[in-house]
């Protein structure tokens, strides 16, 4: 497209999505990213669409369709376009009841079987990092209450599609406002370091127990993870249907390890079970153990 034309949105109305553009739209990033658009969030994709074109120079819902079809920067711009489609809202402790029961778990494990020596961890869709440092803190707060050997230990993986927010999450860099909000004044100091513009970063020794990946939630087939204890996978799911949701809740269960436990988010599948998983009895939680090979 011309420069001029670009100009002449800048002065004028920004390009409309009728409902054929609409339902083109939905059905390319269905079947590319296995999101879901529904009519209620249509004006969230029309403006995360044009403001990706104005970016790219582009005026026309078409013509940036047909640059994603086609052409040497297609794959490249599928994955831009994905990340501006999706919401890395997160907090510290955001859903405190599922790091309660994964500190219940821990000492379960360790009172009864003195043989074990490390849980591992995977945080899917973990946006900018807060949820598996949040588990993170939850694990080590539990080893040391435990006085358990320095040989305890635990590790995490934490997985997105966001490169954006995984790189932001390997800093462990946050905002003072953000970490005074969302953290206690204890674990402020015990896990924290206060940088000189202000901003906390999470302090090494933490930081060093994470491994961030760039992980589709869709193609979690080519992950070697395996024999996990926990798996938490929160508010992710919410952009896909009720068949891909369970698809990747019955992929996660085979990454567990039997007695190891799996933590959704409340509501986020309904009506499904594994032969090889148990609901856990809560009403405040959504998680399931595995209990057989
Ligand atoms: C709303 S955030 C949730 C973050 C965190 N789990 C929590 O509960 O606070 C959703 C995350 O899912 C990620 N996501 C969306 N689709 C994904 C996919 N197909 N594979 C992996 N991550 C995905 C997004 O990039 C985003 O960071």
New binding site residues.
């Given amino acids: 497209m011309s420069g001029d034309s670009f100009l002449q949105w800048e002065h004028s109305n920004p390009p409309e999505m009728d409902d054929e553009q609409f339902s083109l739209w939905q059905t390319a990033i269905e079947v590319r ?3 879901q658009f529904p009519e209620q969030r249509r004006i969230f994709l029309q403006s995360s669409i044009r403001t990706r074109m104005k970016e790219i120079h582009c005026d026309c819902f078409q013509s940036y369709y047909e640059q994603l079809q086609i052409g040497p920067s297609s794959e490249q711009e599928w994955t831009v376009l ?2 501006r489609l ?6 510290f402790f ?2 405190p009841p599922s790091f309660e029961l994964a500190k219940e778990k821990v000492r379960e494990w360790f009172i009864n079987d003195p043989d074990k020596k490390s849980v591992q961890a995977w ?6 990092g ?2 598996p440092y949040s588990l993170a803190i939850t694990l080590d707060e539990q080893i040391q209450a435990m006085h358990l050997s320095k040989d305890h230990y635990f590790g995490i993986t934490a ?4 490169m954006p ?1 995984l790189n932001k999450a390997n800093t462990g860099i946050y905002k003072e406002k953000k970490v005074k909000q969302q953290i206690s004044e204890t674990r402020q100091k015990a896990y924290f370091d206060q940088l000189e513009n202000h901003n906390f970063q999470v302090k090494p020794l933490l930081r060093e127990r994470i491994c961030f990946a760039r ?4 193609n979690l087939s080519a992950t070697p993870l395996k024999d996990l204890d926990i798996i ?5 799911l ?3 249907s009720k068949w891909r949701r369970r698809e990747i809740v019955n992929h996660l269960a085979n990454r567990l390890q039997v007695g190891g436990i799996m933590i959704l ?1 409340l509501g986020e599948v309904m009506d499904w079970t594994n032969p090889k998983l148990k609901r856990v009895p809560s009403d405040k939680v959504l998680a399931f153990m595995r209990h057989c090979h």
């Fill in positions: 990213t296995g999101m994905t990340d999706t919401v890395q809202e997160t907090h955001r859903h945080s899917v869709g973990c946006s900018t807060e949820e997985t997105d599609l966001s927010a992980i589709n939630a869709l938490f996978c929160q508010n992710m919410i952009y896909f988010g």
